[in-house]
């Protein structure tokens, strides 16, 4: 099992410890409850230095994206990330992922699930007839997610780059915590405002501003924040979670994902997306509440009210913010619209709940 450069940091607080995409990653330290909170009303930390890292670079570098990806990379400018996916011949989803343009036309970092990281290596690496260059700089990469929203203020003083002001999905290199050549990201997987921050794990810069980033927080109450809380945060978002909402066999459309599939280039799957939006789905990705008490989990079957199965839940959790249990699920088109009553089996009873708008609230 891998570790990540903060993994004795981990051990050390108390986390409780699992594997998770071939790594041991802290799961939580004071409780998902408590650290889920903190996020949502202040700031914590999340070491997701799992997460692989591509760089491509090359003059064809983002005719290459464009070919393997579904959201139209060519609108990027330097400084700016975007979300996108990895489409398969067949339309599935090889694996979300976010583009960074770190120089225009010329050089760009793919950041892809933990997972999937072999897998996104071969899928694109696949298409790469034009010679371009391509880094797997996951190893040697650490990240770390500041969430919440005290999170930039927080970090504001170990840096000269303006994060206070960062755009959504835009990015900035620079100077952080004593540290060279960082890069600091507006994006996140919480829905709670905060920064992504890459750096290439050499000497002590891991210890260094991990250690930093929690003295300049101390005041403020910052905590450190395990894999529990951060599927309970992202599940409240409605945000898809690779391997659970989406996967090979489920495709952009099915899954909500219209926003990031552009049919103004050509791409990997294309035909067959585009033959879906057409056509119509027959499943789509809703979320839901449940009405009866009861928590539903991945897997389990979602019914009409004659008991016919029309379809299964994805994600489920008791939601921290809302005190009430939430999904995530497929079901047949004609069940998809909001207020739209199902029910959950759960063990041999089915418990009534409804289909809500995204975000959850």
Same mark, same amino acid.
């Given at each position: 099992?891998?570790?990540?450069?903060?993994?004795?940091?981990?051990?050390?607080?108390?986390?409780?410890?699992?594997? %998770?995409?071939?790594?041991?990653?802290?799961?939580?330290?004071?409780?998902?409850?408590?650290?889920?909170?903190?996020?949502?009303?202040?700031?914590?930390?999340?070491?997701?230095?799992?997460?692989?890292?591509?760089?491509?670079? !090359?003059?064809?570098?983002?005719?290459?994206?464009?070919?393997?990806?579904?959201?139209?990379?060519?609108?990027?400018?330097?400084?700016?990330?975007?979300?996108?996916?990895?489409?398969?011949?067949?339309?599935?989803?090889? #694996?979300?992922?976010?583009?960074?343009?770190?120089?225009?036309?010329?050089?760009?970092?793919?950041?892809?699930?933990?997972?999937?990281?072999?897998?996104?290596?071969?899928? +694109?690496?696949?298409?790469?007839?034009?010679?371009?260059?391509?880094?797997?700089?996951?190893?040697?990469?650490?990240?770390?997610?500041?969430?919440? $929203?005290?999170?930039?203020? +927080?970090?504001?003083?170990?840096? #000269?780059?303006?994060?206070?002001?960062?755009?959504?999905?835009?990015?900035?290199?620079?100077? %952080?915590?004593?540290?060279?050549?960082?890069?600091?990201?507006?994006? !996140?997987?919480?829905?709670?405002?905060?920064?992504? +921050?890459?750096?290439?794990?050499?000497?002590?810069?891991?210890?260094?501003?991990?250690?930093?980033?929690?003295?300049?927080?101390?005041?403020?109450?910052?905590?450190?924040?395990?894999?529990?809380?951060?599927?309970?945060?992202?599940?409240?978002? !409605?945000?898809?979670?690779?391997?659970?909402?989406?996967?090979?066999?489920?495709?952009?459309?099915?899954?909500?994902?219209?926003?990031?599939?552009?049919?103004?280039?050509?791409?990997?799957?294309?035909?067959?997306?585009?033959?879906?939006?057409?056509?119509?789905?027959?499943?789509?990705?809703?979320?839901?509440?449940?009405?009866?008490?009861?928590?539903?989990?991945?897997?389990?079957?979602?019914? #009409?009210?004659?008991?016919?199965?029309?379809?299964?839940?994805?994600?489920?959790?008791?939601?921290?913010?809302?005190?009430?249990?939430?999904?995530?699920?497929?079901?047949?088109?004609?069940?998809?619209?909001?207020?739209?009553?199902?029910?959950?089996?759960?063990?041999?009873?089915?418990?009534?709940?409804?289909?809500?708008?995204? $975000? %959850?609230?």
């Amino acid at each position: 099992m891998k570790a990540t450069p903060f993994t004795e940091k981990h051990i050390a607080l108390g986390a409780k410890m699992a594997p %998770f995409a071939g790594y041991n990653m802290p799961i939580s330290y004071t409780g998902i409850n408590d650290e889920h909170a903190a996020v949502r009303k202040n700031a914590g930390v999340f070491d997701v230095s799992h997460m692989g890292e591509f760089i491509l670079k !090359g003059e064809n570098a983002l005719d290459l994206i464009q070919r393997v990806t579904s959201n139209d990379a060519s609108k990027l400018k330097a400084g700016q990330a975007q979300y996108s996916c990895l489409p398969n011949d067949n339309g599935g989803i090889i #694996d979300d992922l976010l583009v960074y343009c770190i120089e225009e036309n010329k050089t760009y970092m793919l950041v892809v699930n933990a997972s999937n990281i072999e897998k996104d290596w071969n899928a +694109i690496s696949r298409f790469n007839d034009k010679d371009v260059e391509m880094h797997n700089i996951s190893e040697k990469t650490a990240l770390l997610a500041v969430q919440g $929203p005290a999170a930039t203020r +927080i970090i504001q003083s170990l840096t #000269d780059l303006d994060v206070l002001n960062l755009k959504y999905y835009t990015f900035a290199k620079g100077r %952080f915590a004593g540290v060279d050549n960082v890069l600091i990201s507006a994006t !996140g997987y919480t829905g709670a405002g905060g920064v992504e +921050i890459y750096f290439e794990d050499k000497d002590d810069d891991a210890s260094k501003i991990w250690d930093a980033i929690f003295e300049a927080g101390a005041e403020a109450g910052i905590k450190p924040v395990g894999l529990g809380a951060r599927d309970t945060l992202r599940l409240e978002m !409605g945000y898809c979670l690779y391997g659970n909402d989406i996967d090979d066999n489920t495709s952009p459309l099915e899954a909500g994902l219209g926003w990031i599939t552009r049919f103004t280039k050509e791409f990997n799957g294309r035909a067959i997306i585009e033959q879906q939006k057409a056509a119509g789905v027959e499943r789509k990705l809703v979320g839901f509440e449940m009405i009866d008490k009861g928590i539903p989990r991945q897997g389990y079957e979602i019914k #009409d009210h004659t008991g016919a199965t029309i379809g299964h839940v994805t994600s489920g959790t008791q939601s921290p913010s809302f005190g009430k249990a939430i999904g995530l699920g497929y079901v047949s088109t004609a069940f998809a619209s909001i207020d739209t009553p199902v029910f959950i089996k759960v063990r041999d009873k089915l418990l009534q709940a409804k289909v809500v708008k995204l $975000p %959850f609230a």
